[in-house]
């Protein structure tokens, strides 16, 4: 199963990475309009950094961009002690 987007290691470059979360969120860009795509977290194999990764639609350029953010340990943790204590269920 391939990456659903060219996710690569902001600490070093590696494309080589587990993704753990991947959703979709929508918001509005700095000139008020409607925007959105995918965000999650991932890992790397190579480095074993966490990150944060995105896309988002550039209204402006009308093109998909992407970013990913190092992702301090602390906010690691926080992500990981929802996974383990959270509940699924939906309203
Ligand atoms: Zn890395």
């Known amino acids: 199963m391939s990456n ?3 996710i690569k290691c902001p600490a070093c470059n590696s ?3 587990d993704v753990l979360t ?3 969120w929508d918001g ?3 000139a008020g309009r409607g925007t959105g795509g995918i965000a999650g977290i991932g890992t790397c194999k ?3 950094a966490h990150f944060d990764y995105f896309s988002v639609q550039d209204r402006d350029a009308m093109e998909v961009r992407y970013g990913c953010d190092i992702m301090t340990g602390e906010r690691w943790e926080w992500h990981m002690s929802i996974r383990s204590g959270g509940n699924n269920s939906a309203a």
Request: net charge negative.
């Open 4 to 6: 659903p987007l060219p």
């Open 28 to 30: 509005v860009d700095k």
């Open 22 to 24: 991947a959703g979709l």
């Open 46 to 48: 190579t480095c074993g």
């Open 15 to 17: 494309d080589e990475v």
